[in-house]
């Protein structure tokens, strides 16, 4: 008996020692969902884009679950509401949520323009209202965003550069990466 105890004993050690090394190679999650963090260590929520303009939106974080949404529009800016290691759960710019791997998901930041009023948003020389008129973005348009200034963004698209409201883009709030 006093052979299998030692026995015994050794394989304890051997396996508390190997689960202290695991853990300290990032093997166990280094981070507190207790406290409010995060396995991408990024803060939730926040806005990222899609990385290509072929993307299974699933029902759950796994590829077992069913497709929600096929997601077409590379750059489409969603909003990152819930993580796992591999999976986030993002909300896009209608409001249905879905599952997507992290892979899918681009730090780029993006918006989508969404008018108060007319059909179009005021891309501007400056982060002012009064500066002159760069160009019109119509409602439903993805725009690269560049910079941020309070309350307003200077985003990118196609061959122009200006100023809009961060009110009129959906995206526009400053939190980042994937």
Not at 42 to 58: A, D, E, W
Not at 84 to 101: F, L, M, N, Q, Y
Not at 132 to 142: K, W
Request: proline letters at 7%.
């Amino acid at each position: 008996m006093g052979k299998v105890k030692a026995i015994l004993a050794s394989v304890a050690l051997a396996t508390s020692s190997l689960f202290a090394g695991y853990a300290f190679a990032g093997g166990f999650p280094p981070f507190n969902r207790l406290a409010g963090e995060t396995p991408s260590g990024q803060p939730v929520p926040r806005f990222v884009s899609l990385k290509f303009s072929n993307i299974n939106g699933r029902a759950g974080p796994d590829k077992d679950y069913p497709v929600r949404w096929v997601y077409k529009r590379k750059g489409l800016p969603v909003r990152v509401v819930a993580e796992t290691e591999e999976w986030r759960r993002i909300e896009d710019p209608d409001g249905a949520v879905s599952w997507v791997h992290k892979r899918m998901l681009d730090g780029r930041r993006t918006g989508i323009a969404r008018p108060a009023r007319d059909m179009r948003v005021a891309m501007r020389a400056s982060a002012n209202s009064d500066t002159r008129v760069v160009a019109y973005i119509s409602d439903g348009v993805i725009v690269e965003i560049t910079e941020e200034r309070p309350g307003w963004r200077q985003v990118k698209a196609g061959r122009f550069k200006g100023w809009v409201p961060a009110s009129e883009l959906w995206g526009a709030d400053n939190s980042r990466q994937p």
